[in-house]
């Protein structure tokens, strides 16, 4: 049985998302696997992470990581991803983005909004390339 809600479920399995759903440090963690990456960036594709708070949903998720480290085209550097860490065995990419608290929508934004928000900044980076 996952800890994630029904709709998060719900929305990967529509959009085909291979996924892993796993507890570290107490934190939910949502890992989609070999994620389609817009062009302009060093690689096609990638695994997400995204670690979400105790009290997800009715929290926003703060930030999330990227493996393999991503770079534009070019081989720059992308704002606010200078930072690595390990998790799950696996260093990670951090892409230190924070929603405003008062743009998260309880009981309607999950998994879907989020992943909006993370393909609009991916292709933000791809297009700075």
Known sequence: MSLLPADDLAFLDRQGI????FEENGMLCVELADFPLPAGLNVPKADILFRLAPLYPDVPPDMWWISPALT??????????E?????????WQRWSRHLNPSTWRTSIDGLESYTALLRTELVAAGAAA
């Open 18 to 21: 291979a996924y892993e759903v």
């Open 72 to 81: 534009t085209a070019s081989g720059a550097t992308i704002p606010a991803t």
């Open 83 to 91: 930072v690595h860490e390990t998790h799950h065995g696996r260093t």
